[in-house]
């Protein structure tokens, strides 16, 4: 069973720092090479000096790199009172006002510390592949910081939203700390320290599966830690290690928006739509939509409407078409075939499809540059016009219930199959490993 505590979180010092908005960052793997300069020079403080400090191919060497110059930041910073420690365990109540698709939001949500264990041994149930770089990377952050920089998303069932009308009414009539991220994002943090609160929680929380929606790559770092304290011979049964920060929101809560990830490929033989159709054979019905990037929008309108998993938007550089190209029972009958090694509900996810039927199998693809994710249909346009890839495709995302599906069968969804907006911050909150 999953087991949550309470923490004695880090956090800034609005005295010294000023606006908490200044000095918090997107979480590390969505911060480009341009907004990383531009929260550094945002604030003195801003906490992408710890979570993603430049690297300075210059001046790197094994004493003095991104990782250790993190950790002297970090020291620094705790040492001069901008950062300092709550002074009772803490759980986070997290709220997120933000606007999607012409309507408003509220994400609902808590952070406190999860027990780990390796997936396939608890209630922790993964859904996404990960890589090795991204872990080794955290890894040698968590190393020299001995911290959780920022939390893991996970999901869990609460059809009578019992968890909802207690974080409610926790907080009806507090003040929260504030932030506004670049997207218009609204973070609301309230710190509770009552007792009676959290043992609620935790009771609420005790017999609940938890998915993990973001931070794969974080939550196997976190076991890889705890591992190597316990190796270390000071690891004991109440060591922090034993934990991770995680964030938990309800999987029927209504500010729970999955965003599709488009991909744009690079390798890809040039063809026309037509010789496209050819190749996906009778394993589609194909469509030609018409011509142009401008496109996009009405060919994504119509797949969305849709809701057809097995339903993709495909342009063709060499015409510069748009397709849209349907499952057939043929289709569905080879994608078995071609992927036995996975269940029915693997199978279906539109990502699946695209990337073990179509790219692989049909277009007989298998070495390809990892492709360029993008989330909206304006940036497939605009990255359409730049003419750099001869194929495209907009591809319907996973839903939670194919979260929880997938996961409770012991599978992995492709990677990038899910894009939970809006993404948590980081340094709203830092959970101390030590």
């Known amino acids: 069973m999953p087991e949550i505590q309470a923490f004695r979180g880090v956090r800034y010092n609005l005295g010294q720092v000023g606006s908490l908005s200044d000095v918090v960052s997107p979480p590390y793997d969505v911060i480009s090479p341009e907004y990383q300069d531009e929260l550094y020079k945002k604030h003195p403080c801003n906490f992408v000096k710890i979570d993603l400090n430049r690297i300075e191919p210059s001046n790197d060497d094994e004493r003095n790199n991104r990782y250790t110059r993190a950790g002297r930041f970090l020291r620094k910073w705790q040492g001069e009172g901008v950062l300092f420690t709550e002074g009772d365990p803490a759980v986070y109540i997290y709220y997120q006002d933000f606007s999607y698709a012409g309507r408003t939001y509220t994400r609902r949500g808590f952070l406190a510390r999860q027990r780990v264990s390796p997936f396939g041994e608890g209630q922790v149930f993964p859904h996404e592949e990960t890589m090795p770089g991204p872990k080794l990377d955290r890894l040698m952050l968590m190393a020299v910081t001995k911290m959780n920089l920022s939390p893991i998303f996970g999901l869990y069932p609460d059809p009578d939203k019992d968890t909802e009308k207690l974080l409610d009414k926790a907080v009806a009539d507090k003040t929260p700390l504030q932030a506004v991220d670049k997207q218009g994002v609204v973070h609301r943090l309230w710190p509770v320290t009552d007792v009676a609160l959290i043992s609620a929680l935790t009771a609420l929380m005790g017999p609940r599966p938890v998915f993990i929606a973001d931070g794969h790559h974080r939550y196997e770092t976190s076991c890889k830690y705890r591992d190597q304290v316990y190796d270390s011979g000071i690891l004991s049964a109440t060591h922090p290690a034993n934990y991770t920060m995680m964030m938990f929101v309800a999987m029927e809560d209504p500010g729970l928006i999955v965003m599709p990830t488009h991909r744009l490929f690079r390798g890809v033989p040039e063809m026309t739509g037509g010789e496209l159709a050819a190749k996906l054979g009778a394993c589609f019905t194909c469509r030609v939509v018409d011509e142009g990037p401008d496109l996009a929008p009405q060919v994504w309108e119509e797949i969305e409407t849709e809701g057809n998993q097995g339903a993709v938007g495909l342009f063709t550089r060499k015409d510069n078409c748009w397709t849209i190209a349907t499952i057939t029972p043929a289709g569905q009958a080879r994608m078995a075939e071609v992927a036995e090694d996975h269940n029915d509900e693997w199978r279906q996810l539109g990502v699946a499809v695209l990337h073990r039927l179509i790219i692989a199998e049909l277009l007989g693809c298998t070495d390809l540059p990892k492709p360029t ?62």
Not at 397 to 421: C, I, N, W
């Open 373 to 434: 994710y993008v989330h909206l249909v304006e940036e497939v346009v605009s990255e359409l016009k730049t003419g750099e890839y001869p194929l495209a495709a907009l591809v319907m995302p996973a839903t939670v219930d194919h979260v929880r599906q997938v996961s409770l069968r012991g599978e992995r969804m492709p990677a990038k199959s899910t894009y939970f907006y809006p993404k948590l911050l980081s340094g709203l909150v830092l959970n101390p490993l030590e």
